[in-house]
């Protein structure tokens, strides 16, 4: 059964690049597919747009994406982000290591990557972790989570 809610990523024009970088960040993980802007010759609709991304489509450990090259009108902002709940220090240490491009915009296991796209990289226990003020404290003051601080806290 098909995934019933699909994230589209609108990319100024990086979108094929930018499905292959996350395609080797995530197990899992594969292009399905990519229609092109037609030729502007054809169209002059899309003049600046030919050979780039109108639809692609790629999976990323089991979720379905979209995206597309939409040209400089819409730009990510942090109002929304990805999520990845990891399993253990080592998977939260792998994604904050590849994802992470933009140093002043880590925050509380926030992070925003090099096409401006921002992702939460989190482990999958924080409800658990998050025991009290303490803790909260403690994640508050830091940018990558360590789950060993979290316990440790207070």
């Not at 639809?55 to 979720?63: A, I, N, P, R």
């Amino acid at each position: 059964m098909p995934t019933p809610i699909v994230p589209s990523l609108w990319f100024t024009d990086h979108a094929e690049e930018a499905m292959e970088f996350y395609c080797s960040v995530f197990p899992n993980s594969h292009i399905v597919s990519i229609e092109r802007y037609p030729d502007e010759s054809l169209d002059p609709h899309y003049k600046g747009m030919s050979g780039k991304v109108i639809t692609g489509v790629f999976v990323l450990d089991g979720t379905r994406f979209i995206c597309l090259d939409g040209g400089p009108m819409f730009h990510f902002n942090e109002a929304i982000s990805l999520t990845v709940e990891c399993a253990d220090q080592a998977e939260i240490d792998h994604y904050w290591t590849s994802l992470s491009a933009v140093p002043e915009s880590e925050q509380c296991g926030w992070l925003k990557d090099k096409y401006g796209l921002s992702w939460q990289i989190v482990p999958a226990n924080l409800g658990e972790l998050m025991t009290g003020d303490a803790q909260i404290k403690a994640l508050m003051g830091m940018k990558k989570i360590v789950i060993e601080d979290l316990i440790n806290a207070g």
